[in-house]
T-cell receptor, first 109, second 117 residues
Framework: AQRVTQPEKLLSVFKGAPVELKCNYS??????LFWYVQYSRQRLQLLLR??SRESIKGFTADLNKGETSFHLKKPFAQEEDSAMYYC???????????FGGGTRVLVKP | GAVVSQHPSWVICKSGTSVKIECRSL??????MFWYRQFPKQSLMLMAT?????????EQGVEKDKFLINHASLTLSTLTVTSAHPEDSSFYIC?????????????FGEGSRLTVL
């Protein structure tokens, strides 16, 4: 069975401060990990995926297979980063996604 | 990116009636679509995988006779909530995979909010 855990329901930071959203997963195989973001009144959209190893909107995430983690980080949070963030796991490309519980990020001015 | 559209965006119905929600891939073909349910302040829970031309695969605990899924074409999947009751009130979200992409990225609809009175 695949499982994704996001321990923090809410993260509140000041603008310019670093932010880290934790994500841990359990899966017996080699999963594909994603971070999705949902801004207020908008649909869920892909933020980044571990296979591309890219930085989107200043966010990065590194897959740590030893710790089964895929934490999302940004060194300097901006107010427009306020949103709901979901970590998700897929057993293979195109397969169903299992979502974590989500973390709401609030960036204060 | 690819666009997935859901209709209606919101619907209110009386208890005991059936409601159909459509999910369309607008600019790509989707052999597979996924239906999720989201309760307030909770995460997305996968209900079923909709496969074009074949029966949907339901997750454990999801009543297939309650939530009918039809994927009759490569651009349309429908979810019908039959004999809806207040506990079926929720936010239903579909997603689709663009088979042209090897990345596995799923594209999500805007969601449909169902309120059963």
């Amino acid at each position: 069975a695949q499982r994704v855990t996001q321990p923090e329901k809410l993260l509140s930071v000041f603008k310019g401060a670093p932010v880290e959203l934790k994500c841990n997963y359990s899966y017996s195989g080699s999963p594909e990990l994603f971070w999705y973001v949902q801004y207020s009144r908008q649909r869920l959209q892909l933020l980044l995926r571990h296979i591309s190893r890219e930085s989107i909107k200043g966010f990065t995430a590194d897959l740590n297979k030893g710790e089964t983690s895929f934490h999302l980080k940004k060194p300097f949070a901006q107010e427009e980063d306020s949103a709901m963030y979901y970590c998700a796991l897929s057993a293979a490309a195109g397969n169903k996604l299992t979502f974590g519980g989500g973390t709401r990020v609030l960036v204060k001015p | 990116g690819a666009v997935v559209s859901q209709h209606p965006s919101w619907v209110i119905c009386k208890s005991g009636t059936s409601v159909k929600i459509e999910c369309r891939s607008l600019d790509f073909q989707a052999t597979t679509m996924f239906w999720y349910r989201q309760f307030p302040k909770q995460s997305l829970m996968l209900m079923a995988t909709s496969n074009e031309g074949s029966k949907a695969t339901y997750e454990q605990g999801v009543e297939k006779d309650k939530f009918l899924i039809n994927h009759a074409s490569l651009t349309l999947s429908t979810l019908t909530v039959t004999s809806a009751h207040p506990e079926d009130s929720s936010f239903y979200i579909c997603s689709a995979r663009d088979s042209r992409l090897a990345t596995g990225e799923l594209f999500f609809g805007e969601g449909s909010r169902l309120t059963v009175l």
